[in-house]
């Protein structure tokens, strides 16, 4: 069917790029955990309080932007599974209309 015009490198591009946003978020958070755990040796008092209540703001924020990161990777590879989905049976429908003309 000539009319269809499907975008499937477009979509696959985003998936991509939604798992290395998700994927980044998670080695950005582990990083930043890894550091955060050789600091007490490091600082103390006020300076490492002040980081502490600093880090666990960042920590929790991180988590979110990593989870929301997911979800928007889970939902562009839904949409893309349903836009190849509804392409494959848009192209067996139209294989069957021309079949029964012919």
Do not use: R
């Not at 490091?42 to 988590?63: D, I, L, P, Y």
């Not at 349903?82 to 494959?88: E, G, M």
Request: glycine share 2%.
């Amino acid at each position: 069917m000539s009319e269809q015009q499907a975008d499937i490198a477009t979509l696959t591009q985003l998936v991509q790029s939604m798992t290395q946003l998700h994927e980044y978020c998670l080695l950005l958070q582990q990083g930043a955990q890894s550091f955060a755990a050789v600091l007490p040796a490091e600082w103390q008092g006020a300076a490492m309080a002040s980081f502490q209540a600093t880090f666990q703001q960042w920590s929790a924020q991180a988590t979110t932007l990593a989870e929301a990161a997911d979800g928007l990777t889970k939902h562009s590879q839904l949409v893309l599974q349903a836009y190849q989905q509804t392409i494959d049976a848009l192209n067996t429908a139209w294989t069957d209309f021309s079949a029964q003309l012919a």
